[in-house]
């Protein structure tokens, strides 16, 4: 059975380029630790820091400012702690972000907001609900800020529905008002052009695994005007701001894979964009079919398609699409392996039963074809189908089983 990977949005196929660049610092001269001061030391170091110089170049940003982490997780984590950190020198305490955020930068703000935190629990956060198409209005947010308030953070596109947020507009207005922008630009670098200067951003986050770089390399790019905070302490490397051996490998498939994503990005966006039409033309097919999110092209990301299918349980669909060989996602899966309510749908004023019939399925240009896209219309069709025909339908079985796997992960949080 030929598996049709629909959950590009999760992670990416990496690719020979970024592979070639990695094994090539693995096997080469350049394996070695850019710290040390020797001919090795040399290599890793200028392979290094010419990654650094192409990703700088590609997002439109200073060297200097582009600071390599373990994942995108990470730089969301350490552009919170650095608009907290400004705010505290500002006598700023509050902070404001959308309601649809990764888990990485909620969970980071319920720390900053937690009495028990590590970070003094003094700051005050507000979430700023999306419209029921997951778009955060600018209004919204500038309604939502203070006088002392110290960081805006707006993710530049949803991963869960795919809506392309202002976060020009959104950045102008905060700074105007003294705070500092972060953006998590996971979703769209690669994908989408981005131009970290022009717009004037202060924080911005990528992760090379969605953009078909390796999994495990983060960076956050961080203005000159911002005094990055320091999350992972230790030695000097990344400018003193993140301590850790150099992934020098990490930063070549990283720089690799995103000089080949911003080289292919008009073509692959018009390509992701037909078979992104081609997919929502073949739902209307299928009785009962929704599309989530904007309708405007210019206010999505091309490739996501958020999809509830009435009277379907995701979590019984997914199982029977696996079967199928149709890979996609419908959230992230909780300790007991049941799918957890998206946080992102309830924002946007879903019912969790609404909810609990969401699928994503996330092209990719690299990945998927037109045949992809017929095959997985005609799989959902029989699908829903026949989980309506079995009288299958909602309300199902609890969502939770009582009795979780022994063997399932200790606090495990599998996202
Ligand atoms: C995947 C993702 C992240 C996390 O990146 P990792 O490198 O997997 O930690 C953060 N934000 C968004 C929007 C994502 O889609």
New binding site residues.
């Given amino acids: 059975m030929t598996i049709i990977y629909l959950d590009n949005?999760?992670?990416t196929r990496t690719s020979v380029t970024a592979l070639d660049a990695m094994r090539e610092v693995y096997v080469g001269d350049a394996f070695a630790n850019p710290a040390s001061q020797h001919a090795s030391g040399d290599a890793a170091l200028r392979v290094l820091e010419s990654s650094r110089r192409r990703i700088a170049e590609r997002l439109h940003a200073r060297p200097s400012e582009v600071e390599f982490t373990?994942?995108?997780?990470?730089?969301?984590n350490q552009a919170l702690l650095t608009g907290a950190a400004y705010g505290e020198r500002e006598g700023r305490r509050h902070i404001v972000a959308s309601a649809i955020?990764?888990p990485?930068?909620l969970r980071m703000l319920e720390l900053l907001a937690s009495p028990d935190g590590p970070y003094g629990g003094n700051f005050e956060v507000t979430l700023v609900k999306p419209d029921a198409n997951g778009l955060v209005g600018v209004a919204d947010v500038k309604a939502a800020m203070r006088p002392d308030t110290c960081l805006v953070s707006l993710?530049y596109?949803?991963?869960e529905v795919g809506a392309v947020q202002p976060v020009r507009d959104v950045c102008r207005m905060a700074r105007k008002r003294g705070a500092l922008f972060h953006t998590?630009a996971?979703?769209v670098t690669g994908h989408l052009p981005i131009d970290f200067t022009r717009d004037g951003f202060d924080l911005l986050?990528l992760?090379?695994?969605?953009f078909h770089g390796p999994?495990?390399?983060?960076a956050l790019v961080c203005s000159h005007r911002v005094a990055p905070a320091s999350l992972v302490l230790g030695g000097a490397q990344e400018r003193g701001h993140r301590a850790g051996t150099s992934n020098v490998a990490g930063a070549a498939g990283m720089a690799a894979a995103l000089d080949e994503a911003c080289e292919k990005l008009e073509a692959n966006t018009s390509q992701v964009e037909a078979l992104h039409e081609r997919f929502v033309r073949g739902l209307a097919s299928i009785e009962g079919a929704h599309v989530l999110g904007p309708t405007e092209p210019s206010l999505r990301l091309p490739g996501i398609v958020a999809i509830t299918l009435d009277g379907v349980d995701h979590q019984r669909s997914l199982v029977l699409l696996d079967e199928l060989g149709i890979c996609l996602n419908a959230g992230s899966a909780c300790a007991a392996g049941a799918l957890e309510e998206s946080h992102v749908l309830a924002a946007m004023g879903i019912s969790s039963e609404v909810g609990r019939t969401y699928l994503r399925v996330s092209l990719d240009a690299e990945e998927n074809d037109e045949t992809d896209v017929d095959r997985a219309v005609e799989a959902i069709a029989t699908v829903a189908a026949r989980l309506r025909k079995q009288g299958e339908t909602l309300p199902a079985q609890p969502h939770v089983s009582a009795n979780p796997p022994s063997d399932a992960p200790l606090g495990g949080d599998a996202r």
């Fill in positions: 949005a999760a992670t373990s994942c995108g997780s990470e730089a969301n955020e990764h990485s930068v993710m596109a949803n991963n998590d996971v979703q986050t992760s090379a695994h969605k999994r495990g390399m983060g």
